[in-house]
């Protein structure tokens, strides 16, 4: 008789992946840096929330680094210490953002300053620190940014907001055309509406109901629906991928 077949486990997805997650303390930072840990990844975690992000790393076996995402050199630094403590970044998740609502008449430039500081620039920093630390290390990479429904469809009283995520967008076409070459590719999530702290104290229920036959499904997103789509574009799976703006909208958005 032959003894029986036997074959080695899979290795998780993400098996050994080194990850910076910026803004990853809570809401959709929180479940993309928990399913990365989940799918055998390192995750680093960058962000202005020292005892939720610390609680967080230790949790998942990871790192957490404090950083101003309004400040590129706080950006910089932290950047450098993420990178040093995992050994090398294989995979950069640019998460972090703020929102912030007002009537296109009162804007003021202050205001625009400050979410596309955050929202866009921050981005460009990381961005450029993490794919020349890949290209040094002659690995391939991806970067993940996240941008929103906002910049497809853009709302009364969203319009720095909306033009910021627009320029995640373009920033996320222009990272994908220059750093393809280098093995790195870049793409970014569009969530519909997804129910975080971010925004928790100007919606009502009411709000909820109205958002969600919004969907053809029903219902508004779920961090962990965001954060299931992340894991798959820091994957192999997504190999041939790059350049893209991926909707997680339940069909609030459609192709």
């Known amino acids: 008789m032959m003894p029986p077949v036997t074959t080695a486990p899979a290795q998780p997805r993400l098996h050994g992946r080194r990850v910076v997650v910026t803004g990853g303390a809570r809401g959709i930072g929180e479940a993309i840096a928990r399913r990365f840990s989940a799918e055998g990844a390192t995750v680093a975690i960058l962000d202005r929330l020292e005892p ?64 596309f500081d ?9 961005t450029q620190i993490a794919a020349r630390s890949m290209r040094d290390a002659g690995t391939p990479g991806k970067i993940v940014n996240l941008a929103s429904m906002a910049a497809k469809t853009g709302g009364a009283g969203q319009a720095h907001y909306a033009a910021s995520k627009s320029a995640v967008m373009a920033l996320t ?6 750093l393809g070459p280098l093995g790195i590719t870049a793409n970014c999530i569009c969530p519909g509406y997804v129910l975080t702290e971010m925004g928790a104290a100007g919606r009502t229920a009411a709000d909820v109901a109205l958002w969600s036959t919004y969907s053809p499904l029903g219902r508004l997103g779920e961090t962990s629906d965001v954060a299931a789509v992340a894991a798959f574009l820091a994957s192999a799976d997504a190999d041939y991928l790059t350049g893209l703006a991926v909707d997680v909208s339940g069909g609030m958005t459609t192709c």
């Open 52 to 115: 939720e992000g610390t609680a967080l790393a230790a949790e998942l076996g990871g790192h957490f680094v404090a950083a101003d995402l309004s400040d590129p050199a706080s950006i910089t630094g932290a950047m450098d210490v993420a990178i040093t403590r995992l050994g090398a970044v294989d995979v950069l998740v640019n998460n972090a953002g703020i929102l912030k609502k007002a009537a296109l008449l009162d804007i003021t430039v202050e205001e625009w300053d400050t979410v």
């Open 118 to 126: 955050i929202n866009a620039r921050a981005m460009l920093v990381t």
């Open 173 to 178: 076409r222009v990272s994908a055309l220059e």
